[in-house]
């Protein structure tokens, strides 16, 4: 079966702090994701990783960055954490890039800000 | 542009009650692939089926069953006896198309809160 991990499951941070949430997947998967997910508005993409050291702006890439330096590894990277972010991250990893494949989701990070 | 709409945000039903969920989507690809996940409780999303365009043989898989209907841009998602268990929002999602192919990013639609009472 497929694993992803996700390193929080409950993240309590300040205004202005810099956080990183990680994310490992253990089946060598190409494609890696973030998302967010707000309540009555689904998920949405902020960063996906398609190989290690590339990646592509999501939806809503604004306040974040990533960081994929090995293939298993996706970290997300808020610069300086408001309370706008407060949210539930999402990780996920699909086998490749193309459409037929579905990806496989971690538990999540529900991070709070201050 | 490409888009999912799941109009019914919430749906309460009795156990061993019919459910069916519904799924509208917008492209104007041809190829394209439609998923349905649930979402516990525990937060985790779980994939239940994948569907690609050219495909619109209806599926069924123990109490679950799949309608995919091009005519009418809808993969509705109706669980049969449903029980407790399947308490959880499900989502419907579409792969994005670029450049003449299905990419592996998915356009989510807001999902379906479903709670099923004992």
């Known amino acids: 079966d497929v694993k992803v991990t996700q390193s929080s499951r409950y993240l309590v941070k300040r205004t202005g702090e810099k956080v990183f949430l990680e994310c490992v997947q253990d089946m060598d998967h190409e494609n890696m994701f973030w998302y967010r997910q707000d309540p009555g508005l689904g998920l949405r993409l902020i960063y996906f990783s398609y190989d290690v050291k590339m990646k592509e702006k999501g939806d809503i890439p604004e306040g974040y960055s990533v960081s994929r330096e090995k293939k298993e590894r996706f970290s997300l990277i808020l610069e300086s954490a408001s309370t706008n972010q407060t949210s539930m991250y999402l990780c996920a990893s699909s086998l490749s890039a193309s459409g037929s494949y579905e990806q496989y989701f971690g538990p999540g990070t529900r991070l709070t800000v201050t | 542009a490409q888009k999912v709409t799941q109009a019914q945000t919430e749906i309460s039903v009795v156990e061993k009650e019919d459910v069916t969920l519904d799924c509208v989507y917008e492209t104007r690809d041809t190829t394209y692939y439609l998923f349905w996940y649930k979402q516990p409780p525990s937060g985790e999303l779980v994939f239940l089926i994948r569907r690609n365009s050219f495909d619109e043989q209806n599926e069924i898989s123990g109490r679950y069953s799949w309608n995919f209907q091009k005519s009418t841009s809808s993969f509705n998602f109706t669980i049969t006896a449903s029980q407790v268990v399947d308490s959880a929002v499900y989502f419907c999602?579409?792969?994005?198309?670029?450049?003449?192919?299905?990419?592996?990013?998915?356009?989510f639609g807001t999902g379906t809160l479903l709670a099923v009472q004992p």
């Open positions: 999602a579409l792969s994005e198309a670029r450049y003449g192919g299905a990419t592996n990013k998915l356009i």
